[in-house]
């Protein structure tokens, strides 16, 4: 019997049903939900809603929850700073979480240069910002970004993603001097490129883009994931990361690492670039910055951050204060419950489980990630790769029903990805991959094997 995820009869329950109809009536179409309960509190990587059904949350709120919901030292930060001041806008009047919180960061961020820090409201906004200050800084116009990538919904940002429906399509026209190139994801290359040979094809195409898509002279930034996140949890190899790092030295160009999904511990580093040994010139970073407060912010080399005139980078409500607050409390929790360390071990109990699903389950096609980073990708024949995007949504149904709640991924919509919060227990842990494991053997219509 499962001991920590509950539902009661079918989602969704009474209360939330008739919550949810007010949601449809009153909520605009595109705010569609993925789980069928109305929550009313969370602990930790659990969620409970109005009727009293309990999951166990694989999602962590997009990512933002490394450190849990509601942690106790987090809220009270929140508490206590909303009681002295919630709001001014720091360049009318400052405050000490912020200038605090910048100090801190900018120790953490990997790489010998330097530091300075600017802070916005969320990841969207500081790829935005990281772009401006590029071009700024450069004088140049063009920005180079991957298949698969994700940055955001805003104008540049979208511009920058990868996946046309439903981020991109019918939102036109986009951001000029955008331009894409593959990213290494050995799973599927064209079938001529072996998968040891994905870093080596991925930054010879970037090389080839020079002779026939931009002048390199014209390009202000390159934009890299260190795992792709929606894009299917794909991790770039070190390799690949230290070839582009290369690429940008030779050509005076800024390498902009976005960390909003990878950073704050989630792959058994602070940073996902430290994997690589690299440094960023500009990082992008938010999520679980502040536990789920909107907060994010730009980390780069200070010569760069100061490049850009005075009250040039800027909104009304970056860096409030109280998510400012929220922030330096994750810190401290990321620190004293070790939980860096905490995803490394975390990483290594999802992929034992997840390889185990691919000697069982043919449905089942690669296993990757960093750290607890994971996912799992899902297929209809193994020869072929055909996507299993369907299948993925039925296992995702089915878990939820039992009381897990988890997330697809990818370009193709056939990955189920684990972003659980880093608190959360082995027994929790366990529990919801035992469902995830019974709701991937329906779908599969194989057994589970003991």
């Known amino acids: 019997m499962p001991q920590f995820a509950h539902v009661s009869g079918s989602l969704p329950g009474p209360k939330s049903a008739a919550l949810l109809a007010k949601k449809d009536a009153t909520v605009a179409r595109a705010f569609d939900v993925h789980l069928p309960a109305v929550i009313e509190s969370g602990r930790g990587a659990l969620l ?31 508490e206590e700073q909303a009681r002295h001041l919630t709001h001014t806008d720091f360049t009318v009047a400052p405050y000490e979480s912020l200038i605090t919180l910048a100090g801190r960061l900018t120790k953490l961020v990997p790489g010998p240069s330097a530091k300075k820090a600017a802070f916005f409201n969320s990841g969207a906004e500081a790829v935005e910002n990281a772009v401006k200050i590029a071009r700024y800084a450069t004088h140049r116009k063009a920005v180079i970004a991957f298949e698969g990538a994700f940055h955001g919904r805003t ?51 970037l090389e080839d883009a020079f002779r026939t898509v931009v002048d390199p002279e014209d390009v202000a930034a390159i934009i890299i994931e260190p795992v792709l996140g929606e894009g299917g949890f794909v991790p770039a190899p070190a390799e690949f990361l230290q070839g582009v790092r290369k690429i940008c030295d030779e050509r005076g160009i800024v390498l902009i690492v ?18 690589a040994g690299i440094e ?26 100061d ?13 409030n204060p109280v998510a400012c607050a929220a922030a330096n409390a994750v ?3 990321i620190e004293e419950e070790k939980l860096v360390e905490r995803a490394a071990h975390l990483g290594q109990l999802y992929r034992e489980r997840f390889l185990r699903w691919q000697d069982k389950f043919e449905i089942v096609g690669d296993v990757r990630g960093l750290g607890a980073m994971m996912a799992v990708e899902f297929v209809t024949d193994r020869a072929t790769k055909a996507p299993a ?16 709640l988890a997330l697809s991924a990818g370009v193709l919509g056939n990955n189920v990805r684990v972003l659980a919060p880093l608190v959360i227990t082995d027994a929790q842990a366990g529990e919801a991959l035992d469902i995830l494991e019974e709701a991937v053997a329906e779908v599969a219509k194989a057994p589970v094997h003991a």
Do not use: W
């Not at 976005?258 to 994997?275: L, M, N, P, S, Y």
């Open 48 to 78: 409970t809603d109005i009727d009293g059904n309990t999951f166990i949350d694989l999602s962590g709120g997009i990512g933002c929850l490394n450190v849990g919901h509601c942690h106790p030292k987090v809220v009270a930060a929140i």
């Open 307 to 319: 490049a850009v005139r005075e009250s040039g980078l800027g909104g009304t409500y970056v860096g």
């Open 331 to 333: 810190l401290d929790v």
């Open 389 to 404: 995007k369907h299948e993925v949504g039925d296992i995702l149904t089915h878990a939820m029903q039992r009381g897990v």
């Open 155 to 205: 104008l540049m940002a979208m511009s920058l993603t990868s996946k046309q429906v439903p981020y991109k399509a019918g939102f036109g026209p986009l951001a000029p001097e955008v331009y894409r190139v593959p990213f290494p994801y050995a799973y599927r290359l064209p079938a001529d490129v072996p998968p040891a040979h994905a870093s080596a094809y991925a930054l010879s195409r």
């Open 280 to 305: 960023a010139d500009l990082m992008t970073v938010a999520k679980s910055i502040a536990a789920g407060m909107p907060l994010s912010a730009v980390i780069g080399k200070a010569e760069l951050m």
């Open 258 to 275: 976005d960390e909003v999904q990878t950073g704050f511990g989630r792959t058994g580093k602070f940073f996902a670039i430290e994997h």
